[in-house]
Every structure is written in C-alpha cells, then in structure tokens.
C-alpha cells in the first residue's frame, strides 16, 4: 500500500519506523508492521500541536553552559546557543500526539496512556526513537474497542440499534 495518500506527519513516522528497522535499532518487526498497517487503515493517526512549556531555557537546560562543558571553547557553545535559538523560532516546538479512531471521532484522551510527548524542535521527534511507542499507545487503545471480524471498529451508534 502506498504512503502518499496519508498525512505529512503519518508519512514520515512510517519512514522512521522502517528506517529503525533496517538499522536494527527497532527489533520489533511485528510491532512495526502492526502499526504501519494500522496508519494505513486510518486506526490511527500522528498529529501534533504547538508545545508551550518548551522554548529555549527549557530545552537548552545547560547544554550550553561553558561550565557544564569546559572541554568545549565558549564561542562554539555561544555560536551553538544562537543557531539552537534561530531552529526553535524557525520551525517551533512541538508536542506529538497519537490518536485513534473510534468509528465517529479521533480520539486523544479518552482510554489512551503515553501517547503525548513533547518538546521536540522542528521535524527532530522523527528518528528520536519515540516513534514506536507513541503510536503503539493509539492502536492499544484502538484494539480495546468492540472490533469487526476484519479488525475494523464497529460504529458505536450502528452497535447500539
């Protein structure tokens, strides 16, 4: 099945996910095919949102406190500070989400647990090796709905009649 289709954000956690494969940082392969698969389907979606609680003196921590690293010279850990500063404003901070359909509506809070983190600056949540577990949390919570024979979800208002 091809990605084109799908979403920006779900596109590129697909491409994470085969990448952790092939470098054998994932080893899970069932794991990662369970939810390529489920993305695929529309089970399950990445969605993010504007982080609030990450700019710069949250993220930055004392990465690039000359005391914290002695043995790198302070104008690199200054030049680096600035360059860190213009990715943050140029391409944001963001928190990842993973939802999951419920036959009606995406749902993001309702039954789901580890499937928000946040404070990843641009595209960097893809390759953080966060990937698996975030979406893996949306397609838990998909599974522990009333499921079809072929796995679907079955409309809850279908159900109830």
Known sequence: MSIKNLPDLDQR?????K???STGYEKSNEAVQAVIDA?????????????????????????????ANP???????????????????RTGVWAMISEYWTGREWKRFDNITDNIIGGF??????????????????LDAYNQQDLDADGFVIDPYRKAA
Do not use: W
Not at 42 to 64: N, P, S, V
Not at 71 to 89: C, D, G, H, W, Y
């Open 39 to 67: 993305i695929q389907l529309g089970k399950i979606r990445l969605t993010r949102q504007a982080d609030i609680h990450g700019g710069f003196e949250e993220l930055a921590g004392d990465c690039f406190n000359p005391a």
């Open 121 to 138: 600056v641009g595209h960097d949540f893809f390759g953080s090796g966060y990937e698996l577990q975030v979406m893996e949390a949306a």
């Open 19 to 21: 990448e952790h494969l």
């Open 71 to 89: 043995s790198v010279p302070p104008e690199q850990l200054k030049r680096e500070a600035e360059n860190f500063r213009r990715k943050i404003r």
């Open 13 to 17: 956690v697909i491409k994470s996910l």
